[in-house]
Nanobody, 113 residues
Framework: QVQLVESGGGLVQPGGSLKLSCATSGFTFSNYAMSWYRQAPGKERELVARVSSTGGSTNYADSVKGRFTISRDNAKKTMYLQMNSLKPEDTAVYYC??????WGQGTQVTVSS
């Protein structure tokens, strides 16, 4: 079965960096676009970034452009999100998503001094 497992979240000070990973299994990873979403308390889940199946095309929410970088390693069946210059408003649970409704359990990112 499809499994998506996020890791790498934690507590970081404003201006700091974190790198999230999404390890996958149960499907042919290289056939699917993948995305990162996030959900802050009291807010709707929102798209953060998306990467095409080959990694050749990426899209970002305006709020993270220039600070976050999405990537993937098809040989390792893993997707990444490098987050730099983190702000308190980036605090949320971050979710890995595969096309057609598959989600990971989420990893908490807290940006606070």
């Amino acid at each position: 079965q499809v499994q998506l497992v996020e890791s790498g979240g934690g507590l970081v000070q404003p201006g700091g960096s974190l790198k999230l990973s999404c390890a996958t299994s149960g499907f042919t990873f290289s056939n699917y676009a993948m995305s990162w979403y996030r959900q802050a308390p009291g807010k709707e889940r929102e798209l953060v970034a998306r990467v095409s199946s080959t990694g050749g095309s990426t899209n970002y929410a305006d709020s993270v452009k220039g600070r976050f970088t999405i990537s993937r390693d098809n040989a390792k069946k893993t997707m990444y999100l490098q987050m730099n210059s983190l702000k308190p408003e980036d605090t949320a649970v971050y979710y890995c998503n595969r096309e057609y409704g598959y989600w990971g359990q989420g990893t908490q990112v807290t940006v606070s001094s």
